[in-house]
């Protein structure tokens, strides 16, 4: 660990942080914890008060210096939510600090174990990016690669899975993927670098083609677990989005690492469902990606249904704010009122209002396989066109 430390250290000082904050609570579960120790401990390395409430009813706060705090927090500036009661807690004057989710999410882990829930075992690293780029690069001779693979604890035999993620704007996408895969979302092994602008994760598993498939089910789990401790059904994805490579050989991981970049751009920052898209999953769809995005901005139902998002995106919190569209990628994904409305969290005839807004203005009968089939394809290439342009405007 000291060692990937310093590595780290000299290649992304975020990445040695989460490291570090991992660290720190495997040592604490190391040895046997208690409700005053994790709160002090925790406290101590967030430089700000914490707290906890367990749901057996055991409380505990105490100060950065180690000192115990009584009565109630007097500004909670980080909550993560214990099932089925019970919540963790830091108490930061003002906004909270780039590592509070991370630490947030370790705090939540430790208390589990101690309300006597299992932990789930750790397979996660933070990798040394330099190391994950060599497996991912087309460039490098095979034996590089292969020594690459053996450095981060992988097997150059065995079948390797490549997911990238895209955080919410301005946080560091690999600490986006540290933050989501701490809780153990993944069987297997992984590890975690950021390559450019994604977070890259390289997924490896006993058993073969067959093992691999579940990481995108499993990622998408993750994310409804972390909306659900937040108490924040209506915060979908918390801004995260994946891509799903399929499995390769793992030195061809590069061809997983562009099937995963493919997938991300059909990805969007909604339901858990949407957040996480897989490259198998889209099957021939995934050729829509090769499109000039131009071409998918100028087909007339991908224009009209850009106008409705415009529209409904200036309406502010007035208005239905991206609902029109999440209500109808949902019902194209499920084809009943009844399974969209419970995966967006809305009454069914919510869902029915906007699903006949949407008929109204394409003239379109959602009930026939053909246009909701027109429409799946139109959210598909809007989504590929916006991602384009967002690309585009972040290269300006």
């Known amino acids: 660990m000291k060692g990937l430390l310093l590595r780290l250290s000299a290649l992304d000082a975020d990445a040695a942080t989460a490291v570090r904050v991992i660290a720190h609570f495997e040592a604490l579960l190391g040895g046997a914890p208690d409700p005053v120790a994790l709160t002090r401990s925790t406290a101590g390395l967030a430089g ?26 007097v500004h909670v500036s980080g909550r ?7 919540s963790v807690w830091l108490e930061r004057a003002g906004a909270q600090g780039p590592f509070d989710e991370l630490v947030l999410e370790w705090m939540a882990i430790t208390a589990r174990v101690l309300t006597g829930r299992p932990r789930q075992p750790q397979v996660l690293r933070a990798a040394d990016p330099a190391l994950v780029e060599l497996v991912l690069s087309g460039r490098e001779d095979a034996p590089d690669r292969v020594r690459a693979l053996r450095l981060l604890g992988l097997e150059p035999e065995a079948e390797l899975r490549v997911a990238a993620v895209a955080g919410r704007p301005g946080a560091d996408a690999g600490m986006e993927a540290v933050a989501l895969l701490g809780r153990g979302a993944l069987r297997g092994t992984a590890r975690v670098a950021r390559v450019g602008a994604l977070g890259a994760v390289l997924v490896q598993r006993a058993g073969g083609a067959e093992a691999e498939a ?30 799903v490579g399929g ?31 897989d490259h198998g999953e889209l099957g021939p769809v995934a050729l829509l990606a090769d499109i000039p995005a131009g071409r998918l901005r100028a087909q007339e139902d991908v224009r009209r249904l850009g106008r409705l998002a415009r529209g409904e995106r200036g309406e502010g919190a007035a208005g239905q704010g991206g609902g029109l569209l999440a209500a109808l990628a949902a019902f194209c994904r499920t084809g009943t009122l009844r399974q969209a409305a419970a995966e967006l969290h809305l009454h069914h005839s919510s869902v029915a209002a906007r699903l006949a807004r949407v008929e109204k203005e394409f003239g379109w009968s959602l009930r026939d396989p053909q246009d909701r089939f027109r429409a799946q394809l139109a959210l598909y290439a809007l989504r590929l066109a916006d991602d384009a342009g967002e690309a585009e405007d972040a290269g300006d």
Do not use: I, K
Request: hydrophobic share 40%; with cysteine; proline share 9%.
């Open 48 to 73: 700000c008060p914490a707290g906890l409430e367990l749901p057996d009813g055991r409380t505990a706060r105490s100060g950065p210096d180690g000192a115990a705090l009584t009565g109630a927090p």
């Open 80 to 86: 993560t939510a214990l099932e089925p009661a019970g």
């Open 214 to 243: 579940g990481v995108a089910a499993e990622l998408r789990e993750a994310l409804r677990a972390r909306d659900r401790e937040r108490g924040a059904a209506r915060r979908p994805g918390s801004g995260v989005r994946v891509g």
């Open 247 to 277: 499995a390769t050989d793992p030195l061809d991981a590069r061809t997983s690492w562009a099937q995963a970049r493919a997938a991300l751009r059909f990805a969007v920052a909604d339901t858990p469902q949407d957040a996480v898209a």
